[in-house]
């Protein structure tokens, strides 16, 4: 009888040392989220103040408007493969792009000023970028603004011209006299070790009114700042 059960021991230890392994795996897993969520809020942060800045020319604002959705590459009846292709020859000059100064002094200058950045963007970045813009999703509401915000769906208001179907479609400017616009931000790529990201936005303030930006950022000294901003359209 003894002999017909040895086995079970054995068979019981490794059942723990697997549940035990999923456990932990799962654990840093959570951790691994919470991690990325918090540096995409605080990245949130950052863009957003940059682009409510007075140096970027927008009109004052005492409300921040924002699409409570995240802004995507992903077009009508295309794949997520079809998106990242397309947005990453879009991409392709900010990849390990070279600096305009790139002496050996100028490289040591950047390292001592400016904690090692040599203005390009890390590949990992993109591929996180790409993988995320092509995807849908909620945006975050736990990023702190200086500013009351309201989160909205972006096709429920028009600026200019009245829409053929007006159905509980608003007038944004009648419904949000202290905002001038409305603020797309996309999810937030980030580099293995989350110092590095890339994230898009965009300001919509009517027909003929707006701009796209993409923005990189660096984490340094344990706080995110805005390293680089390319236009990608403006009307």
């Given at each position: 009888m003894s002999r017909r059960h040895s086995w079970i021991a054995p068979v019981a230890c490794a059942a723990i040392a697997i549940t035990l392994l999923f456990w932990f795996y799962l654990s840093r897993y959570r951790a691994d989220q919470r991690a990325v969520t918090s540096a995409q809020d605080e990245v949130y942060e950052a863009v957003v103040r940059d682009m409510v800045s007075p140096t970027n020319g927008q009109a004052e604002m005492h409300q921040l408007v924002f699409d409570d959705t995240v802004q995507t590459g992903l077009m009508s009846g295309a794949d997520a493969k079809t998106c990242e292709e397309r947005v990453r020859k879009q991409l392709r000059l900010l990849e390990n792009s070279t600096p305009p100064f790139n002496s050996l002094a100028d490289k040591i200058y950047r390292v001592l000023t400016r904690g090692g950045d040599d203005g390009g963007l890390r590949a990992d970045t993109v591929q996180?970028?790409?993988?995320?813009?092509?995807?849908?999703?909620?945006?975050?509401?736990?990023?702190?603004?200086?500013?009351?915000?309201?989160?909205?769906?972006?096709?429920?208001?028009?600026?200019?011209?009245?829409?053929?179907?007006?159905?509980?479609?608003?007038?944004?400017?009648?419904?949000?006299?202290e905002s001038s616009g409305v603020i797309s931000l996309s999810h937030v790529g980030f580099s293995s070790t989350l110092h590095e990201a890339l994230v898009s936005s965009s300001f919509v303030c009517g027909g003929l009114c707006g701009t796209g930006r993409l923005y990189i950022l660096k984490k340094k000294w344990g706080r995110w700042e805005v390293t680089g901003i390319s236009i990608v359209w403006i009307s």
């Open positions: 996180d970028f790409l993988t995320k813009f092509c995807t849908e999703g909620p945006l975050s509401r736990t990023f702190h603004t200086d500013f009351p915000r309201v989160f909205i769906d972006s096709g429920s208001v028009f600026f200019d011209i009245v829409p053929t179907n007006s159905s509980g479609v608003k007038d944004f400017r009648q419904t949000f006299s």
